[in-house]
C-alpha cells in the first residue's frame, strides 16, 4: 500500500540524526513546560519560534510539534501531584488524579497518565497518517470562496467555543483580523497603518504578537498574585497500573481517544475541550458515575487520552487544507511560512520530507515521551519547586532574546511589550487572547481569498452561497453565530472557562 | 458607566472610528475590484458595531462587574508596573549599553524589587544569567547580540 511507502519515507527523514535530535529536544522541552505551571504550550512554542528559524523546516516542525504533544503528558504530573494543571488541557486530570495521589495511588495516576498519552498519541498519528491523504485530494477542489469560508467558519467556531462572551471573542477576532491588514497590501502595494515606519512595512510579525500576547501577558498575570505550590510530598513508587486498573481504563483510553481525535480534527476543536468532552462522557457511561471526582483511574484514563489524541487530530486541517484549527496550530503555520512554505493541500506533493517526517516523528515522540515520562517524574517534581521569583526573569529574559534576533531589532521587543500589555488588560476584562491570535494568522490569507472570489464573481457576494461546499460551510458558520441567541449558552461557557484562569 | 465592559467597549469604540478614518484614506477600489482600504474598512465598521452592541448588552446585564471591582482586586500593581518599567528599560539600553550589561541590570532588578531578594542572591542569579546567557547565544549559538560602548 502507497501508505505505507510514505510512512517508510517518513522514517528515513525523521531518523536522520539531526531531527532526531530536533524531535528529543522538543519532547523534553514540552514535558518541561507541560509541567511548568504558568507557562503553556503556546508560550512555550511563541518563545521558541525564534530558536527554529536557523532549523531545517522540516527540523523546526518536528521540534515544535514535539513541544505541543509533549506538553499534554507534562502538563498530567502537574494536575496529580500538584493539583494546579501544567497547561490548561490537563485541568480534568487534576479531578480525579489529584484524588488519587492522596489516596497513595500518585504512581498508578501517573503510569496510566503516560500509558493513555501513549497509546491515544499512537492511535492519533496512525489516523493522521491514514485520513490526511484523501482529504488532500478533497481540498485540491477547494477554490478562494471554499477556504475564504472554511476560514470563517475556523474563526466563527473558535468563538463559539469562546470561555465567556461569544461577542468579545469575536470582537477580538475582528481585532486580530484587523493587525493582520497592517503593512504593504498584497495586491496593489499601498501602506497601511505603517505610520511610515520601515520595521512595520512587511507587517507585525507573529513572534512579538505571540510572545507578547501569551510570553508577557502571563507572567504579568502570574506575578500579581502570589502562587504557592504545595507539592503532594508521598513517596512515588509504582507506576505501573496494575491489571484491574488496565481493565478498568482500557475503554475509557479508546473512547477518549475517539472523541479527542474527531474534535481536535475540528476547526476551533483542540485539547481542552476534548479532554473536557471526553470526562463527561466516560462520566455518562461509567456503572458508578457518583465515584467520579473521588479517585477513579478511568477520570485520569480518558482526558489525558483524549488530549493527546486532539493534539495530533489538530495536524490534519493545517497539513491538508493549511488552516489552523486552534492557536498552536496558527503558530506552526506561521512557523512554516517563516520558512516560506505554505501549507496546504500541495504540501504532501512538494514537501512529502515535511509532511511525513513530522507524521512519523510523532510515533517517534510518543515513544520518546513514554520512556522519558516515567523515570524521570521525581526530575520533573523537584524542578517544580524552582521558586517562580527565581524563574520569571529568566523566562523574560528568553523572550527578550528572541524576539530581538528575528530582525536584530530593538522595536520587535517595544511591540512585544506592547502586545504583552495589550494582552494583559484584554484578560483582564475577559478577552481572550486564541481568536485573535488566529486571525492575525489568518487575516492575510482570507483577504486574500475575498478578495479572488470577488473578482471571480465579478462583485457577487453570492458566490459564496451558491458553490456548495462553500455554501454548507456558510450555512454551519452562520447556525454557530445566530445559536447562542437561541440557546442559554452559560453552562458550556462554564465548561471550557479554564484557560486563562491558569 | 460604572461597568468594567462598558470602558473597554468605549475603547473599541474610538479604536474602530481610528480604524475607519485611517482605512478612509487608502483606495477602496469597488465591488468587482476590491481596494487595499476595503477590508480595514469593513472591519472597523464591524468592529464598531460590535462594541456599540458590547456597551448595550453590558448596560441591560444587571450582573454585569463594575469597573471598580476590578481596580479593587487584590492585585499587586506595582510588580505589574516594575517589569514593564525593567522591560521598556531593557529595551532602550540594549542598543547603548550592550547586552552583557543591560542583562545584569534586568536580572537584577527584577530579582531585587518585585520579590525581594537579598543582595548575594540578586548579583549572584544576575551575574550567571547575563554570563550563561551571553555564551550560549553570541559565543554558542552565534547570534548577533549588540555590543554597546564596552564593546560586550
Known amino acids: 500500500m502507497e501508505i505505507f511507502e510514505h510512512i517508510?519515507?517518513?522514517?528515513?527523514?525523521?531518523?536522520?540524526?539531526?531531527?532526531?535530535?530536533?524531535?528529543?529536544?522538543?519532547?523534553?522541552?514540552?514535558?518541561?513546560?507541560?509541567?511548568?505551571?504558568?507557562?503553556?504550550?503556546?508560550a512555550a512554542m511563541s518563545m521558541l519560534l525564534p530558536v527554529t528559524f536557523g532549523m531545517s523546516p522540516t527540523g523546526a516542525l518536528i521540534m515544535l510539534a514535539g513541544i505541543y504533544y509533549g506538553a499534554q503528558y507534562g502538563g498530567s504530573t502537574t494536575s496529580i501531584l500538584v493539583n494546579i494543571p501544567g497547561e490548561a488541557a490537563s485541568v480534568v486530570t487534576c479531578l480525579d488524579g489529584y484524588q488519587m495521589a492522596r489516596q497513595g495511588r500518585a504512581g498508578p495516576a501517573l503510569g496510566i497518565a503516560a500509558f493513555s498519552s501513549f497509546i491515544a498519541g499512537t492511535i492519533g498519528v496512525l489516523g493522521l497518517s491514514f485520513l490526511a491523504p484523501p482529504l488532500v485530494d478533497a481540498a485540491l477542489t477547494f477554490g478562494p470562496p471554499e477556504y475564504f469560508a472554511l476560514m470563517c467558519l475556523g474563526l466563527t467556531i473558535l468563538t463559539f467555543l469562546a470561555h465567556g462572551s461569544m461577542l468579545k471573542a469575536l470582537i477580538m477576532a475582528i481585532l486580530g483580523l484587523f493587525v493582520g491588514t497592517i503593512g504593504i497590501d498584497p495586491v496593489e502595494g499601498a501602506q497601511r497603518f505603517t505610520f511610515e515606519r520601515p520595521e512595520?512595512?512587511?507587517?507585525?510579525?507573529?513572534?512579538?504578537?505571540?510572545?507578547?500576547?501569551?510570553?508577557?501577558?502571563?507572567?504579568?498575570?502570574?506575578?500579581?498574585?502570589?502562587?504557592?505550590?504545595?507539592?503532594?510530598?508521598?513517596?512515588?513508587?509504582?507506576?505501573?497500573?496494575?491489571?484491574?486498573?488496565?481493565?478498568?481504563?482500557?475503554?475509557?483510553?479508546?473512547?477518549?481517544?475517539?472523541?479527542?481525535?474527531f474534535l481536535g480534527i475540528l476547526p476551533g476543536g483542540g485539547a481542552v475541550i476534548s479532554s473536557f468532552a471526553s470526562y463527561a462522557i466516560e462520566k455518562r457511561v461509567s456503572k458508578h458515575p457518583e465515584k467520579f471526582g473521588s479517585g477513579v483511574i478511568e477520570g485520569v484514563a480518558a482526558p489525558e487520552a483524549a488530549n493527546n489524541a486532539a493534539a495530533q487530530g489538530a495536524f490534519i486541517?493545517?497539513?491538508?487544507?493549511?488552516?489552523?484549527?486552534?492557536?498552536?496550530?496558527?503558530?506552526?503555520?506561521?512557523?512554516?511560512?517563516?520558512?516560506?512554505?505554505?501549507?496546504?493541500?500541495?504540501?504532501?506533493?512538494?514537501?512529502?520530507?515535511?509532511?511525513?517526517?513530522?507524521?512519523?516523528?510523532?510515533?517517534?515522540?510518543?515513544?520518546?515521551?513514554?520512556?522519558?515520562?516515567?523515570?524521570?517524574?521525581?526530575?520533573?517534581?523537584?524542578?517544580?519547586?524552582?521558586?517562580?521569583?527565581?524563574?520569571?526573569?529568566?523566562?523574560?529574559?528568553?523572550?527578550?532574546?528572541?524576539?530581538?534576533?528575528?530582525?536584530?531589532?530593538?522595536?520587535?521587543?517595544?511591540?512585544?511589550?506592547?502586545?504583552?500589555?495589550?494582552?494583559?488588560?484584554?484578560?483582564?476584562?475577559?478577552?481572550?487572547?486564541?481568536?485573535?491570535?488566529?486571525?492575525?494568522?489568518?487575516?492575510?490569507?482570507?483577504?486574500?481569498?475575498?478578495?479572488?472570489?470577488?473578482?471571480?464573481?465579478?462583485?457577487?457576494?453570492?458566490?459564496?452561497?451558491?458553490?456548495?461546499?462553500?455554501g454548507v460551510i456558510w450555512g454551519i458558520a452562520i447556525l454557530l453565530l445566530v445559536l447562542p441567541l437561541f440557546i442559554n449558552v452559560s453552562r458550556r461557557a462554564k465548561i471550557v472557562r479554564v484557560d486563562d484562569r491558569k | 458607566m460604572k461597568k468594567a465592559d462598558q470602558w473597554s467597549a468605549l475603547f473599541l469604540v474610538f479604536l474602530s472610528a481610528f480604524i475607519c478614518w485611517g482605512s478612509s484614506l487608502l483606495p477602496y477600489g469597488n465591488i468587482h475590484d476590491p481596494g487595499p482600504g476595503f477590508l480595514p474598512v469593513w472591519l472597523g465598521i464591524i468592529l464598531g458595531a460590535m462594541s456599540l452592541g458590547l456597551i448595550l448588552k453590558t448596560t441591560m446585564e444587571k450582573g454585569s462587574r463594575p469597573l471598580k471591582n476590578l481596580l479593587e482586586e487584590e492585585v499587586r500593581?506595582?510588580?505589574?508596573?516594575?517589569?514593564?518599567?525593567?522591560?521598556?528599560?531593557?529595551?532602550?539600553?540594549?542598543?547603548?549599553?550592550?547586552?552583557v550589561i543591560t542583562t545584569f541590570i534586568l536580572l537584577a532588578s527584577l530579582l531585587r524589587f518585585v520579590y525581594p531578594q537579598p543582595w548575594k542572591t540578586v548579583i549572584g542569579w544576575a551575574l550567571a544569567g547575563s554570563g550563561v546567557s551571553y555564551f550560549i547565544f553570541e559565543v554558542w549559538m552565534k547570534l548577533r547580540l549588540p555590543k554597546g560602548f564596552l564593546g560586550i
Open chain 1, 8 to 42: 517508510y519515507y517518513g522514517f528515513g527523514v525523521v531518523l536522520q540524526p539531526a531531527n532526531l535530535v530536533f524531535a528529543f529536544l522538543g519532547a523534553v522541552a514540552g514535558t518541561l513546560v507541560g509541567v511548568l505551571p504558568g507557562l503553556g504550550p503556546t
Open chain 1, 200 to 261: 512595520l512595512m512587511e507587517g507585525i510579525g507573529l513572534v512579538p504578537i505571540a510572545m507578547g500576547m501569551f510570553g508577557i501577558s502571563e507572567i504579568l498575570l502570574n506575578i500579581e498574585k502570589k502562587i504557592k505550590i504545595n507539592i503532594f510530598e508521598a513517596k512515588l513508587k509504582g507506576f505501573l497500573p496494575n491489571l484491574q486498573d488496565w481493565r478498568n481504563s482500557l475503554g475509557a483510553i479508546l473512547r477518549g481517544t475517539g472523541i479527542g481525535f
Open chain 1, 317 to 470: 486541517p493545517m497539513m491538508t487544507l493549511g488552516i489552523p484549527s486552534n492557536v498552536v496550530m496558527a503558530l506552526l503555520l506561521g512557523a512554516l511560512m517563516i520558512h516560506g512554505i505554505t501549507p496546504g493541500p500541495l504540501l504532501m506533493s512538494q514537501h512529502p520530507d515535511i509532511f511525513w517526517g513530522l507524521v512519523t516523528s510523532m510515533y517517534l515522540g510518543n515513544a520518546m515521551l513514554l520512556i522519558l515520562n516515567l523515570p524521570l517524574i521525581p526530575l520533573w517534581v523537584k524542578l517544580l519547586k524552582v521558586p517562580y521569583h527565581i524563574l520569571f526573569p529568566f523566562i523574560l529574559l528568553f523572550c527578550l532574546i528572541g524576539v530581538y534576533t528575528i530582525n536584530n531589532n530593538v522595536f520587535d521587543i517595544y511591540l512585544m511589550i506592547l502586545f504583552g500589555i495589550f494582552g494583559y488588560v484584554a484578560r483582564k476584562f475577559d478577552f481572550e487572547s486564541a481568536p485573535f491570535i488566529l486571525a492575525v494568522v489568518l487575516g492575510p490569507m482570507m483577504e486574500k481569498a475575498l478578495r479572488q472570489s470577488l473578482i471571480m464573481s465579478k462583485g457577487h457576494f453570492s458566490i459564496f452561497a451558491t458553490r456548495p461546499i462553500s
Open chain 2, 77 to 99: 500593581w506595582g510588580r505589574v508596573l516594575l517589569v514593564l518599567i525593567a522591560l521598556f528599560l531593557f529595551a532602550y539600553l540594549l542598543d547603548i549599553a550592550g547586552f
